[in-house]
Nanobody, 131 residues
Framework: QLQLVESGGDLVQPGGSLRLSCAAPGFDLDYYTIGWFRQDPEKGRQGVSCLSSKDDTPYYTDFVKGRFTISRDNAKNTVYLQMNSLKPEDTGLYYC????????????????????????WGQGTQVTVSS
């Protein structure tokens, strides 16, 4: 069974940067649409950025556009989320996911689609943005 292992979360000051990693040892993530989600205490799990398996088309929620970049390294079976210009509102537990979903937008806009499609979730990594 595919296992996703996140890392890279930390405490950082506003304006700082972090790079989150999501590794899938022994599995080829190239066949999956992948995504990063943030757990919101009130709204639940929210899509941050997703990357399509079909053509690597990225999707970003409006709040992170221009600040975050999603990428994958197929040779390392790893997905990254580069987070720049971090804001206190970015604070949260970040999860990565992999699923056989057609588009990045569909995955990010409907987090439930990951579980419904038989996809996979990591255990989460904490990002705290605070001075």
């Amino acid at each position: 069974q595919l296992q996703l292992v996140e890392s890279g979360g930390d405490l950082v000051q506003p304006g700082g940067s972090l790079r989150l990693s999501c590794a899938a040892p022994g599995f080829d993530l190239d066949y999956y649409t992948i995504g990063w989600f943030r757990q919101d205490p009130e709204k639940g799990r929210q899509g941050v950025s997703c990357l399509s398996s079909k053509d690597d088309t990225p999707y970003y929620t409006d709040f992170v556009k221009g600040r975050f970049t999603i990428s994958r390294d197929n040779a390392k079976n790893t997905v990254y989320l580069q987070m720049n210009s971090l804001k206190p509102e970015d604070t949260g537990l970040y999860y990565c996911a992999a699923a056989g979903i057609t588009t990045a937008q569909a995955m990010c806009r409907t987090p439930l689609s990951v579980s419904i499609s038989g996809g996979y979730w990591g255990q989460g990594t904490q990002v705290t943005v605070s001075s």
